[in-house]
């Protein structure tokens, strides 16, 4: 059983910056092999939102309108670590930030679908 652990959620007042890391433990390697991972967000009353995107191999990145930019995502591949460094952090910012793994190669990296592992989030909350 492959599990994700999100950390480094917090409040902050609008302007400053805060470090999400998402590790992922369990069964790696020969049984679990990962293809990218991903931050999704979801904020009271909406629906959960793609945010970043990084392919594992190529460490190519993919960012959302809102928060390119502002936000970098970045990962250790020998660890299974991944980092959403989000800066000028914004009220509208405030949500659960959830990161994904995607196990099987999917191309969806923007989707919910594309992803079969989920942690269980992180409260960033945002002052004005």
């Known amino acids: 059983q492959v599990q994700l652990v999100e950390s480094g959620g917090g409040l902050v007042q609008a302007g400053g910056s805060l470090r999400l890391s998402c590790a992922a433990s369990g069964r790696t390697s020969s049984t679990f092999r990962i293809y990218g991972m991903g931050w999704f967000r979801q904020a009271p009353g909406k629906e959960r939102e793609f945010v970043a995107a990084?392919?594992?191999?190529?460490?190519?990145?993919y960012y959302a309108e809102s928060v390119r930019g502002r936000f970098t995502i970045s990962r250790d591949n020998t660890k299974n670590t991944m980092n959403l460094q989000m800066n000028s952090l914004k009220p509208d910012d405030t949500a659960n930030y959830y990161c994904?793994?995607?196990?099987?190669?999917?191309?969806?990296?923007?989707?919910?679908?594309?992803?079969?592992?989920w942690g269980q989030g992180t409260q960033v909350t945002v002052s004005s």
């Open positions: 994904a793994a995607d196990q099987r190669g999917s191309s969806r990296y923007s989707l919910e679908s594309g992803y079969g592992y």
């Open positions: 990084i392919r594992w191999h190529t460490a190519s990145e």
